[in-house]
Protein backbone atom coordinates (compact mmCIF):
# COMPACT_ATOMS: atom_id res chain seq x y z
CA UNK A 1 0.00 0.00 0.00
CA UNK A 2 2.49 2.06 1.00
CA UNK A 3 4.91 1.52 -2.44
CA UNK A 4 1.11 2.30 -4.48
CA UNK A 5 0.95 5.48 -2.54
CA UNK A 6 4.15 6.58 -3.68
CA UNK A 7 3.61 6.30 -7.03
CA UNK A 8 2.82 9.36 -9.21
CA UNK A 9 -0.66 10.08 -9.78
CA UNK A 10 -1.14 9.35 -13.42
CA UNK A 11 0.63 5.96 -13.29
CA UNK A 12 -1.91 5.00 -10.16
CA UNK A 13 -4.69 6.26 -12.30
CA UNK A 14 -3.42 3.97 -15.12
CA UNK A 15 -2.78 0.62 -12.71
CA UNK A 16 -5.96 1.54 -11.28
CA UNK A 17 -7.86 1.08 -15.08
CA UNK A 18 -5.34 -1.93 -15.63
CA UNK A 19 -6.93 -3.47 -12.82
CA UNK A 20 -10.63 -3.03 -13.19
CA UNK A 21 -10.26 -3.90 -17.30
CA UNK A 22 -8.27 -7.28 -15.80
CA UNK A 23 -11.37 -8.21 -13.21
CA UNK A 24 -13.70 -7.12 -16.06
CA UNK A 25 -11.91 -9.39 -18.99
CA UNK A 26 -11.10 -11.94 -16.14
CA UNK A 27 -15.03 -12.10 -14.82
CA UNK A 28 -16.18 -12.39 -18.74
CA UNK A 29 -13.27 -15.00 -19.93
CA UNK A 30 -14.41 -17.05 -16.98
CA UNK A 31 -18.00 -16.57 -17.82
CA UNK A 32 -17.40 -17.43 -21.55
CA UNK A 33 -15.47 -20.44 -20.37
CA UNK A 34 -17.91 -22.13 -18.26
CA UNK A 35 -20.72 -21.34 -20.70
CA UNK A 36 -19.46 -22.99 -23.58
CA UNK A 37 -17.87 -26.01 -21.17
CA UNK A 38 -21.45 -26.63 -20.05
CA UNK A 39 -22.35 -26.36 -23.54
CA UNK A 40 -19.82 -28.70 -25.01
CA UNK A 41 -20.62 -31.35 -22.30
CA UNK A 42 -24.97 -31.14 -23.14
CA UNK A 43 -23.66 -31.98 -26.86
CA UNK A 44 -21.69 -34.49 -25.64
CA UNK A 45 -24.72 -36.09 -23.49
CA UNK A 46 -27.11 -35.57 -25.85
CA UNK A 47 -24.92 -37.72 -28.31
CA UNK A 48 -24.57 -40.35 -25.69
CA UNK A 49 -28.24 -40.65 -25.27
CA UNK A 50 -28.80 -40.91 -28.93
CA UNK A 51 -26.86 -43.55 -29.33
CA UNK A 52 -28.17 -46.56 -30.58
CA UNK A 53 -26.51 -49.87 -29.40
CA UNK A 54 -28.83 -52.86 -31.67
CA UNK A 55 -30.17 -56.16 -29.73
CA UNK A 56 -28.34 -58.04 -31.95
CA UNK A 57 -24.51 -56.48 -31.01
CA UNK A 58 -25.30 -57.01 -27.23
CA UNK A 59 -26.26 -60.63 -28.30
CA UNK A 60 -23.11 -60.76 -30.30
CA UNK A 61 -20.91 -59.34 -27.57
CA UNK A 62 -22.45 -61.94 -24.78
CA UNK A 63 -21.75 -64.97 -26.82
CA UNK A 64 -18.40 -63.61 -27.38
CA UNK A 65 -17.50 -62.96 -23.26
CA UNK A 66 -19.18 -66.47 -22.90
CA UNK A 67 -16.27 -67.91 -25.19
CA UNK A 68 -13.05 -69.57 -23.78
CA UNK A 69 -11.32 -67.02 -25.40
CA UNK A 70 -13.06 -64.36 -26.67
CA UNK A 71 -12.08 -62.79 -29.87
CA UNK A 72 -12.17 -59.04 -30.99
CA UNK A 73 -15.22 -57.66 -33.03
CA UNK A 74 -14.60 -55.81 -35.81
CA UNK A 75 -16.36 -52.14 -35.07
CA UNK A 76 -15.72 -48.98 -36.22
CA UNK A 77 -12.41 -46.92 -34.89
CA UNK A 78 -14.49 -44.13 -33.88
CA UNK A 79 -17.40 -46.43 -32.32
CA UNK A 80 -18.17 -45.28 -28.66
CA UNK A 81 -17.03 -47.77 -25.98
CA UNK A 82 -19.86 -50.40 -25.23
CA UNK A 83 -19.95 -51.81 -21.85
CA UNK A 84 -22.61 -54.77 -20.60
CA UNK A 85 -22.82 -54.61 -16.75
CA UNK A 86 -24.41 -57.46 -14.93
CA UNK A 87 -25.97 -56.51 -11.24
CA UNK A 88 -23.41 -58.96 -9.99
CA UNK A 89 -21.01 -55.77 -10.92
CA UNK A 90 -19.08 -58.42 -13.92
CA UNK A 91 -18.60 -56.93 -16.81
CA UNK A 92 -18.19 -57.62 -20.81
CA UNK A 93 -16.68 -55.56 -23.10
CA UNK A 94 -15.44 -56.09 -27.05
CA UNK A 95 -11.50 -57.92 -26.20
CA UNK A 96 -8.94 -55.21 -27.41
CA UNK A 97 -10.34 -52.03 -25.98
CA UNK A 98 -10.17 -50.02 -23.22
CA UNK A 99 -12.66 -50.88 -20.25
CA UNK A 100 -14.75 -48.22 -18.57
CA UNK A 101 -14.71 -48.64 -14.79
CA UNK A 102 -17.51 -49.32 -12.89
CA UNK A 103 -19.22 -47.34 -10.67
CA UNK A 104 -21.90 -47.42 -8.23
CA UNK A 105 -24.30 -45.32 -10.60
CA UNK A 106 -23.92 -47.98 -13.00
CA UNK A 107 -24.74 -51.09 -10.80
CA UNK A 108 -27.65 -49.19 -9.41
CA UNK A 109 -29.32 -49.25 -13.08
CA UNK A 110 -28.34 -52.64 -13.48
CA UNK A 111 -30.13 -53.40 -9.88
CA UNK A 112 -33.11 -51.80 -11.41
CA UNK A 113 -32.91 -48.99 -8.78
CA UNK A 114 -32.09 -45.84 -11.34
CA UNK A 115 -33.75 -45.97 -14.38
CA UNK A 116 -30.42 -44.11 -16.04
CA UNK A 117 -26.82 -43.07 -15.12
CA UNK A 118 -25.16 -40.18 -16.67
CA UNK A 119 -21.47 -39.14 -14.99
CA UNK A 120 -17.53 -39.05 -15.82
CA UNK A 121 -15.34 -41.97 -15.28
CA UNK A 122 -11.64 -43.42 -16.56
CA UNK A 123 -10.85 -46.10 -18.28
CA UNK A 124 -8.26 -48.61 -16.99
CA UNK A 125 -5.45 -46.95 -18.58
CA UNK A 126 -6.33 -43.49 -17.19
CA UNK A 127 -8.36 -42.48 -20.52
CA UNK A 128 -11.18 -39.37 -19.30
CA UNK A 129 -14.38 -40.54 -20.16
CA UNK A 130 -18.38 -39.46 -20.64
CA UNK A 131 -20.18 -42.46 -19.48
CA UNK A 132 -24.34 -42.74 -19.95
CA UNK A 133 -25.74 -45.61 -19.27
CA UNK A 134 -29.22 -47.44 -19.48
CA UNK A 135 -31.40 -50.60 -18.94
CA UNK A 136 -31.19 -53.33 -21.64
CA UNK A 137 -34.61 -53.76 -23.57
CA UNK A 138 -36.26 -56.89 -25.20
CA UNK A 139 -36.67 -56.97 -28.82
CA UNK A 140 -39.24 -58.33 -28.99
CA UNK A 141 -41.56 -57.90 -25.67
CA UNK A 142 -40.24 -54.45 -25.30
CA UNK A 143 -39.72 -55.35 -21.57
CA UNK A 144 -36.69 -54.07 -18.82
CA UNK A 145 -34.16 -57.50 -18.57
CA UNK A 146 -33.30 -56.93 -14.65
CA UNK A 147 -30.10 -57.39 -13.60
CA UNK A 148 -28.52 -56.10 -17.03
CA UNK A 149 -27.45 -52.84 -18.29
CA UNK A 150 -25.28 -51.86 -20.81
CA UNK A 151 -23.35 -48.44 -20.57
CA UNK A 152 -22.12 -46.10 -23.39
CA UNK A 153 -19.10 -44.27 -23.04
CA UNK A 154 -17.22 -41.75 -25.31
CA UNK A 155 -13.58 -40.15 -24.91
CA UNK A 156 -13.83 -36.38 -23.06
CA UNK A 157 -10.87 -35.06 -25.42
CA UNK A 158 -14.06 -33.43 -27.61
CA UNK A 159 -14.59 -31.33 -24.55
CA UNK A 160 -10.96 -30.93 -23.04
CA UNK A 161 -9.22 -30.05 -25.98
CA UNK A 162 -11.59 -27.37 -27.09
CA UNK A 163 -12.20 -26.05 -23.81
CA UNK A 164 -7.99 -25.56 -23.73
CA UNK A 165 -7.73 -24.40 -26.89
CA UNK A 166 -10.37 -21.44 -26.01
CA UNK A 167 -8.41 -21.24 -22.47
CA UNK A 168 -5.42 -20.04 -24.04
CA UNK A 169 -7.37 -17.47 -26.87
CA UNK A 170 -8.61 -15.84 -23.93
CA UNK A 171 -5.65 -15.64 -21.82
CA UNK A 172 -3.93 -14.38 -24.52
CA UNK A 173 -6.71 -11.43 -25.72
CA UNK A 174 -6.81 -11.11 -22.09
CA UNK A 175 -3.45 -10.38 -21.54
CA UNK A 176 -3.28 -8.32 -24.64
CA UNK A 177 -6.60 -6.04 -23.09
CA UNK A 178 -4.80 -5.39 -20.21
CA UNK A 179 -1.75 -4.07 -21.50
CA UNK A 180 -3.88 -2.32 -23.84
CA UNK A 181 -5.76 -0.67 -20.77
CA UNK A 182 -2.86 -0.01 -19.02
CA UNK A 183 -1.63 1.85 -21.98
CA UNK A 184 -4.54 3.59 -22.52
CA UNK A 185 -5.28 4.70 -18.80
CA UNK A 186 -1.70 5.97 -18.83
CA UNK A 187 -2.25 8.39 -21.73
CA UNK A 188 -5.80 9.59 -20.21
CA UNK A 189 -4.44 9.89 -16.95
CA UNK A 190 -1.42 12.10 -18.30
CA UNK A 191 -4.27 14.41 -21.01
CA UNK A 192 -6.60 14.46 -17.94
CA UNK A 193 -3.93 15.58 -15.78
CA UNK A 194 -2.30 17.90 -17.76
CA UNK A 195 -4.38 21.12 -16.46
CA UNK A 196 -3.19 19.66 -12.94
CA UNK A 197 0.14 19.93 -14.29
CA UNK A 198 0.09 23.41 -15.17
CA UNK A 199 -1.35 24.14 -11.63
CA UNK A 200 1.40 22.72 -9.83
CA UNK A 201 3.96 24.38 -11.67
CA UNK A 202 1.56 27.73 -11.17
CA UNK A 203 1.92 26.90 -7.22
CA UNK A 204 5.23 26.04 -7.41
CA UNK A 205 6.04 28.98 -8.89
CA UNK A 206 4.12 31.18 -6.99
CA UNK A 207 5.82 29.85 -3.82
CA UNK A 208 9.54 29.75 -4.79
CA UNK A 209 9.33 33.70 -6.60
CA UNK A 210 6.03 34.92 -4.40
CA UNK A 211 4.60 36.01 -8.13
CA UNK A 212 1.08 36.44 -7.46
CA UNK A 213 0.47 37.90 -10.75
CA UNK A 214 0.58 34.34 -12.50
CA UNK A 215 -2.96 32.98 -14.43
CA UNK A 216 -3.89 29.92 -15.78
CA UNK A 217 -5.36 30.05 -18.76
CA UNK A 218 -9.37 28.33 -18.61
CA UNK A 219 -12.09 28.32 -21.31
CA UNK A 220 -14.61 29.90 -20.10
CA UNK A 221 -16.82 26.97 -21.43
CA UNK A 222 -15.20 24.16 -19.53
CA UNK A 223 -16.83 23.27 -16.26
CA UNK A 224 -15.46 20.80 -15.34
CA UNK A 225 -13.35 19.90 -11.54
CA UNK A 226 -10.05 21.02 -13.27
CA UNK A 227 -11.31 24.28 -14.44
CA UNK A 228 -13.13 24.93 -11.57
CA UNK A 229 -9.93 24.65 -9.67
CA UNK A 230 -8.37 26.52 -11.83
CA UNK A 231 -10.68 29.25 -11.42
CA UNK A 232 -10.52 29.25 -7.43
CA UNK A 233 -6.63 29.45 -8.19
CA UNK A 234 -6.82 32.49 -10.07
CA UNK A 235 -9.77 33.88 -7.92
CA UNK A 236 -7.35 33.01 -4.86
CA UNK A 237 -4.18 34.74 -6.43
CA UNK A 238 -6.09 37.96 -6.96
CA UNK A 239 -7.53 38.07 -3.90
CA UNK A 240 -3.67 37.60 -2.30
CA UNK A 241 -2.58 39.74 -4.93
CA UNK A 242 -5.09 42.72 -3.48
CA UNK A 243 -4.74 41.81 0.20
CA UNK A 244 -1.00 42.16 -0.45
CA UNK A 245 -1.30 45.21 -2.16
CA UNK A 246 -3.46 46.75 0.43
CA UNK A 247 -1.31 45.65 3.03
CA UNK A 248 1.62 47.43 1.68
CA UNK A 249 -0.26 50.27 1.13
CA UNK A 250 -1.31 49.95 4.56
CA UNK A 251 2.68 50.37 6.01
CA UNK A 252 3.13 52.82 3.28
CA UNK A 253 0.84 55.25 4.77
CA UNK A 254 0.56 54.44 7.99
CA UNK A 255 4.69 54.57 8.66
CA UNK A 256 3.79 58.22 6.61
CA UNK A 257 1.77 59.27 9.28
CA UNK A 258 3.81 57.90 12.26
CA UNK A 259 6.55 59.88 10.75
CA UNK A 260 5.04 63.45 11.41
CA UNK A 261 4.31 63.00 15.03
CA UNK A 262 7.28 60.66 15.68
CA UNK A 263 9.73 64.02 14.07
CA UNK A 264 7.60 66.07 16.16
CA UNK A 265 7.82 64.30 19.31
CA UNK A 266 11.88 63.68 19.07
CA UNK A 267 12.24 67.61 18.49
CA UNK A 268 9.69 68.56 21.15
CA UNK A 269 12.11 65.53 23.80
CA UNK A 270 15.60 66.89 22.09
CA UNK A 271 14.78 71.05 22.74
CA UNK A 272 13.82 69.55 26.73
CA UNK A 273 16.98 67.51 26.80
CA UNK A 274 19.36 70.05 25.54
CA UNK A 275 17.88 73.06 28.04
CA UNK A 276 19.36 70.08 30.82
CA UNK A 277 22.02 69.32 29.69
CA UNK A 278 23.37 73.11 29.07
CA UNK A 279 22.15 74.18 32.60
CA UNK A 280 19.93 77.05 30.63
CA UNK A 281 16.13 75.98 31.36
CA UNK A 282 13.89 77.10 29.09
CA UNK A 283 10.76 79.81 30.09
CA UNK A 284 8.40 78.16 31.99
CA UNK A 285 5.40 78.88 29.36
CA UNK A 286 7.65 77.57 26.81
CA UNK A 287 8.18 74.48 28.51
CA UNK A 288 4.54 73.84 29.18
CA UNK A 289 3.87 74.08 25.98
CA UNK A 290 6.51 71.66 25.26
CA UNK A 291 5.44 69.19 27.26
CA UNK A 292 1.65 69.30 26.47
CA UNK A 293 2.97 68.93 22.65
CA UNK A 294 4.57 65.99 23.57
CA UNK A 295 1.11 65.04 25.63
CA UNK A 296 -0.72 65.47 22.59
CA UNK A 297 1.59 63.87 20.11
CA UNK A 298 2.34 60.94 22.50
CA UNK A 299 -2.16 60.67 22.39
CA UNK A 300 -2.04 60.99 18.82
CA UNK A 301 0.66 57.99 18.62
CA UNK A 302 -1.73 55.70 20.89
CA UNK A 303 -4.55 56.58 18.68
CA UNK A 304 -3.17 56.11 15.23
CA UNK A 305 -1.85 52.47 17.01
CA UNK A 306 -5.21 51.44 18.53
CA UNK A 307 -6.66 52.52 14.89
CA UNK A 308 -4.25 50.34 13.49
CA UNK A 309 -4.98 47.53 15.60
CA UNK A 310 -8.83 47.63 14.75
CA UNK A 311 -8.42 47.51 11.30
CA UNK A 312 -5.67 44.82 11.42
CA UNK A 313 -8.49 42.84 13.22
CA UNK A 314 -9.67 39.21 11.12
CA UNK A 315 -12.87 38.97 10.22
CA UNK A 316 -12.97 35.53 12.88
CA UNK A 317 -11.37 37.22 15.68
CA UNK A 318 -14.30 39.58 14.99
CA UNK A 319 -17.23 37.18 14.73
CA UNK A 320 -16.36 35.79 18.64
CA UNK A 321 -17.40 38.64 20.14
CA UNK A 322 -21.09 39.67 18.36
CA UNK A 323 -24.11 39.67 20.17
CA UNK A 324 -27.37 41.42 20.41
CA UNK A 325 -27.28 44.70 21.72
CA UNK A 326 -29.32 47.65 22.24
CA UNK A 327 -28.05 50.84 19.58
CA UNK A 328 -29.83 53.20 21.29
CA UNK A 329 -27.77 52.46 24.54
CA UNK A 330 -24.64 52.46 22.64
CA UNK A 331 -25.66 56.17 20.98
CA UNK A 332 -25.89 56.86 24.48
CA UNK A 333 -22.53 56.00 25.55
CA UNK A 334 -20.72 58.19 22.34
CA UNK A 335 -22.48 60.71 22.84
CA UNK A 336 -21.44 61.20 26.73
CA UNK A 337 -17.84 60.81 25.53
CA UNK A 338 -18.58 63.68 22.61
CA UNK A 339 -19.96 65.88 25.36
CA UNK A 340 -16.38 65.79 27.13
CA UNK A 341 -14.52 66.48 24.23
CA UNK A 342 -16.89 69.79 22.84
CA UNK A 343 -18.29 70.79 26.04
CA UNK A 344 -18.69 74.11 24.55
CA UNK A 345 -20.99 72.61 21.91
CA UNK A 346 -24.88 71.73 21.92
CA UNK A 347 -24.92 67.81 21.38
CA UNK A 348 -29.18 66.93 21.08
CA UNK A 349 -30.16 63.62 20.52
CA UNK A 350 -33.97 61.67 19.89
CA UNK A 351 -33.25 58.12 20.14
CA UNK A 352 -35.96 55.18 19.60
CA UNK A 353 -35.16 51.33 20.81
CA UNK A 354 -33.77 49.45 18.28
CA UNK A 355 -31.66 46.14 18.12
CA UNK A 356 -28.42 45.05 15.98
CA UNK A 357 -25.93 41.74 16.37
CA UNK A 358 -22.98 43.28 16.25
CA UNK A 359 -19.50 43.42 18.15
CA UNK A 360 -20.29 45.83 21.36
CA UNK A 361 -16.48 47.55 21.37
CA UNK A 362 -16.22 48.11 17.54
CA UNK A 363 -19.74 49.66 17.14
CA UNK A 364 -19.14 52.13 19.61
CA UNK A 365 -15.90 52.97 18.13
CA UNK A 366 -17.64 53.23 15.37
CA UNK A 367 -20.57 55.68 16.41
CA UNK A 368 -17.42 57.93 18.64
CA UNK A 369 -15.98 58.41 15.57
CA UNK A 370 -18.67 59.67 13.76
CA UNK A 371 -19.39 62.52 16.83
CA UNK A 372 -15.74 63.40 16.86
CA UNK A 373 -15.91 64.22 13.10
CA UNK A 374 -19.17 66.08 13.62
CA UNK A 375 -17.59 67.95 16.89
CA UNK A 376 -14.20 68.20 15.06
CA UNK A 377 -16.00 70.35 11.81
CA UNK A 378 -18.25 72.09 14.35
CA UNK A 379 -18.31 76.12 14.64
CA UNK A 380 -17.92 77.09 18.12
CA UNK A 381 -20.89 77.35 20.05
CA UNK A 382 -22.49 75.09 17.15
CA UNK A 383 -25.19 72.45 17.29
CA UNK A 384 -25.10 68.43 16.13
CA UNK A 385 -28.23 66.93 16.08
CA UNK A 386 -28.38 63.20 17.11
CA UNK A 387 -31.35 60.72 15.67
CA UNK A 388 -31.83 57.49 16.13
CA UNK A 389 -35.37 56.28 13.92
CA UNK A 390 -36.07 52.52 13.22
CA UNK A 391 -32.33 51.35 12.88
CA UNK A 392 -31.15 54.86 10.91
CA UNK A 393 -28.63 56.46 12.75
CA UNK A 394 -28.49 60.26 11.25
CA UNK A 395 -25.18 62.71 12.86
CA UNK A 396 -25.58 66.29 11.94
CA UNK A 397 -23.56 68.88 11.93
CA UNK A 398 -23.28 72.67 10.86
CA UNK A 399 -19.77 72.87 9.83
CA UNK A 400 -18.10 73.97 6.49
CA UNK A 401 -19.09 70.39 4.93
CA UNK A 402 -17.53 68.45 2.37
CA UNK A 403 -17.36 69.10 -1.08
CA UNK A 404 -18.56 67.15 -3.83
CA UNK A 405 -15.49 65.83 -5.40
CA UNK A 406 -14.01 64.29 -2.26
CA UNK A 407 -17.13 62.36 -0.84
CA UNK A 408 -16.17 59.42 -2.87
CA UNK A 409 -12.49 59.15 -0.80
CA UNK A 410 -13.63 60.26 2.81
CA UNK A 411 -13.80 56.21 3.79
CA UNK A 412 -10.72 55.82 2.45
CA UNK A 413 -7.57 54.87 4.16
CA UNK A 414 -5.52 57.61 5.71
CA UNK A 415 -7.23 59.79 3.56
CA UNK A 416 -7.58 63.84 4.90
CA UNK A 417 -9.23 66.43 3.44
CA UNK A 418 -6.88 69.18 2.52
CA UNK A 419 -8.55 71.61 4.51
CA UNK A 420 -8.59 69.43 7.63
CA UNK A 421 -4.79 68.02 7.80
CA UNK A 422 -3.81 70.70 10.17
CA UNK A 423 -6.47 68.79 12.89
CA UNK A 424 -5.73 66.24 14.90
CA UNK A 425 -6.61 62.41 13.69
CA UNK A 426 -4.91 59.77 11.58
CA UNK A 427 -7.51 59.37 8.82
CA UNK A 428 -8.36 55.99 9.63
CA UNK A 429 -11.53 57.27 11.57
CA UNK A 430 -14.20 56.88 8.58
CA UNK A 431 -12.36 53.43 6.87
CA UNK A 432 -12.73 51.82 10.39
CA UNK A 433 -16.43 52.81 10.42
CA UNK A 434 -17.41 51.64 7.29
CA UNK A 435 -15.68 48.70 7.96
CA UNK A 436 -17.63 48.06 11.26
CA UNK A 437 -21.03 48.96 10.10
CA UNK A 438 -20.45 46.59 6.87
CA UNK A 439 -19.50 43.94 8.86
CA UNK A 440 -22.98 44.21 10.51
CA UNK A 441 -24.77 44.05 7.71
CA UNK A 442 -25.39 47.85 7.14
CA UNK A 443 -24.45 50.86 5.43
CA UNK A 444 -22.97 54.03 6.30
CA UNK A 445 -23.15 57.08 3.88
CA UNK A 446 -22.30 60.95 3.97
CA UNK A 447 -23.57 63.78 2.63
CA UNK A 448 -24.06 67.44 1.97
CA UNK A 449 -26.89 68.68 4.69
CA UNK A 450 -29.34 71.51 3.83
CA UNK A 451 -28.62 74.89 4.71
CA UNK A 452 -24.58 73.92 5.18
CA UNK A 453 -22.95 70.80 7.20
CA UNK A 454 -22.93 67.27 6.77
CA UNK A 455 -25.07 64.43 7.50
CA UNK A 456 -23.70 60.45 8.14
CA UNK A 457 -25.82 58.05 7.88
CA UNK A 458 -25.61 54.67 9.35
CA UNK A 459 -28.31 51.90 8.69
CA UNK A 460 -28.25 48.35 10.31
CA UNK A 461 -30.37 45.49 10.38
CA UNK A 462 -32.48 45.09 13.59
CA UNK A 463 -35.45 45.09 15.58
CA UNK A 464 -37.72 47.40 17.86
CA UNK A 465 -37.98 44.38 19.99
CA UNK A 466 -34.85 42.34 21.70
CA UNK A 467 -35.69 38.56 19.51
CA UNK A 468 -33.60 35.61 19.97
CA UNK A 469 -31.77 36.00 16.69
CA UNK A 470 -31.86 39.13 14.41
CA UNK A 471 -32.50 38.01 11.10
Known amino acids: MRKLKSLPLRSRLALLVASAVAFAVAAVSVTCWFLVRGQLYRQLDEQLRSEQVSSGLLTVMVDNCRLPEPRQLPLAPNSPIVTILYSDGTTCTNPGIKSVKVQDADLAVADGDA ?76 AGLRPVDKLTEAVEHVARTEDLAIRIPVDDEDDDEVARLSRSFNSMTTSLASSRDLQQQLIADAGHELRTPLTSLRTNIELLTRSEETGRPLPEADRKALLASVKAQMTELAALIGDLQELSRSEAQRGERVQVLALEDTVESALRRARLRGPELTITAHLSPWYVRAEPAALERAVVNI ?77 PAEGGGTVATVRLPGAPTAPPEIP
Open 115 to 190: ETALHSAKTTDGTAVRVYTRPVVDRNTREVQPGIAVSVAKPLGQVTEPLSSLAWVLLLVSGIGVVGAGAAGLAVAR
Open 371 to 447: LDNAVKFSPPNGTIEVTLHEGVLQVRDHGPGIPADELPHVFDRFWRSPSARALPGSGLGLSIVARTVHQSGGEVTLT
